[in-house]
């Protein structure tokens, strides 16, 4: 999800889990599956969801909504669990568990800016791959703010 320490240690953990605890899936514990690092591994009524999480546009960009690194991150999460979506055999080989059928997730906090502005791209989602939009809390809401002015700042955006 993130390209940093607050981001990956403290808030997607968070959005993680409501995302688990929402829709009832039970976590698979797992760092990797088929050489990659979804975010999120999980398993409800022999169904696999596999998911990415970002906060990437969360904010925009300046006074807009579109945001080229949460386009960056839209398509790249949808080619890595496109993927991984059509390598069912493999994956339930490599679980050593059958699934009817294999869920991939496009995770993220419900008042992301960026989700407003996707255009054409909107159609991504016609393809399989599934919005989850995930409430976030004041202190979540807070840690996220935090850890963009911080990225801002590495980057030289002020």
């Known amino acids: ?89 493999d994956i339930e080989r490599e679980l050593n568990k059958k699934f009817i059928k294999i869920h991939i997730c496009f995770i993220y906090p419900e008042n992301s800016k960026f989700m407003n502005s996707l255009g054409y791209r909107n159609h991504i989602f016609d393809l399989g791959l599934e919005k989850y939009p995930i409430a976030i809390d004041a202190s979540t809401e807070k840690e996220i703010q935090k850890a963009l002015r911080k990225s801002q700042i590495e980057v030289g955006k002020k």
């Open 1 to 89: 999800m993130a390209n940093s320490n607050t981001l990956r240690e403290i808030v997607e953990p968070k959005i993680r889990e409501t995302f688990l605890l929402k829709n009832q899936i039970k976590p698979i514990s797992r760092k990797s599956l088929l050489d990659t690092k979804p975010d999120v591994i999980g398993e409800k009524n022999n169904e696999l969801y596999i998911g990415e999480i970002t906060v990437s546009g969360y904010n925009g960009y300046k006074s807009g909504n579109f945001h080229i690194g949460a386009t960056r991150k839209l398509a790249d999460s949808f080619m890595k669990l496109f993927i991984l979506k059509n390598k069912q055999v």
